[in-house]
């Protein structure tokens, strides 16, 4: 079985971007954020986007940055 963070490293270098909502979804990962930081400490390079639904609230939706 793999991690949440391997999962998600592997979701990311496909080339997709994502959001808390689909990482508890399709991963079952609660805290995207500390996946993420885990992820960056590991030498990744990811940016953050800020984004808003369409009720208002704000949430991060997560890249990869390809290496060069």
């Not at 991963?27 to 996946?35: K, M, T």
């Not at 590991?42 to 808003?52: F, L, N, P």
Request: charged share 30%.
């Amino acid at each position: 079985m793999k991690t949440q963070t391997t999962q998600i490293l592997e979701y990311l270098e496909s080339g997709k971007t994502i959001s808390p909502a689909e990482a508890l979804v399709w991963a079952g990962c609660f805290r995207l954020a500390a996946r993420i930081k885990d992820l960056r400490d590991a030498g990744y390079d990811i940016e953050t986007d800020m984004k808003k639904d369409s009720n208002g609230r704000r949430y991060a939706r997560y890249r990869l940055i390809p290496q060069a």
